[in-house]
Structure formats: structure tokens, C-alpha cells
Nanobody, 130 residues
Framework: QVHVVESGGGSVQAGGSLRLSCAAS????????MGWFRQVAGKEREGVAS???????TYVDNVKGRFTISRDNAKNTLYLQMDSLKPEDTAMYYC????????????????????????WGQGTQVTVSS
């Protein structure tokens, strides 16, 4: 069965950095549409970044140049490197995986992107202080 588990969240000052990890099991990251989402309490989840099986990468506009999504195929792990963090980045961050064999058909900023993902992690909290 498919599981994704996030780690690496924490509390940092504005301008600091964090690296989130998503350990996957039951499927292969390199052949799956993978994504990072974030959610402020009570709000809808916002797509942050995606990494497709063809190596295609997309970002939501307000993290471009600051966040970097990557994967380690040998470790079957997805990462999100977050630099120059801002207070507005504060959220619960979730790793998500699509159905095995599926493709990332939409950029992460699309309203349709969330429908690409079937499996979700439990979330890891990121808090950025001013």
C-alpha cells in the first residue's frame, strides 16, 4: 500500500531555510506525479510545487526563486528546499502522490492540480517568525 510521510518542518526566523522530506513507500517516486501543498488552518490547500515522472517541475508563483523541489530516486524520497522564508509561508505542508503510473497533467498553480493526487501525508508544520 502507498504511504508518504513528511518530515523536516520547524520554526525559523524570516530569511531562514528549511528542507522538507517526503519518504514514500508502496510506489516509486520517479514514476509518479509528486507534489507539495500547504494549508493555513481553515483554508483550502494551496499547491506549492510538483515533480512529474518525466522530470517536469512546476511552482506556484509566490515561491519561485525561493523553493526548490527535488527527488532522490535511490532513496525514493521527495524534497522541498525552502530558502528566504517569509512569515506568509507559515502553514502545514503536505506531500502528495498521484496514482502509480499517472502523469502530472497540470501545473501546481492550476485549480485542477489537486485532482492529480491520490495519496496524502499527515503534514509537517512550518512556522516563520518576523
Amino acid at each position: 500500500q502507498v504511504h508518504v510521510v513528511e518530515s523536516g518542518g520547524g520554526s525559523v526566523q524570516a530569511g531562514g531555510s528549511l528542507r522538507l522530506s517526503c519518504a514514500a513507500s508502496g510506489m516509486t517516486v520517479s514514476s509518479t506525479c509528486m507534489g507539495w501543498f500547504r494549508q493555513v488552518a481553515g483554508k483550502e490547500r494551496e499547491g506549492v510545487a510538483s515533480f512529474g515522472s518525466w522530470g517536469d517541475i512546476t511552482y506556484v508563483d509566490n515561491v519561485k526563486g525561493r523553493f526548490t523541489i527535488s527527488r532522490d530516486n535511490a532513496k525514493n524520497t521527495l524534497y522541498l528546499q525552502m530558502d528566504s522564508l517569509k512569515p506568509e509561508d507559515t502553514a502545514m505542508y503536505y506531500c502528495a502522490a498521484g496514482s502509480p503510473g499517472g502523469l502530472c497533467s497540470y501545473s501546481i498553480g492550476s485549480r485542477f492540480a489537486v485532482g492529480q493526487f491520490t495519496y496524502w501525508g499527515q503534514g509537517t508544520q512550518v512556522t516563520v517568525s518576523s
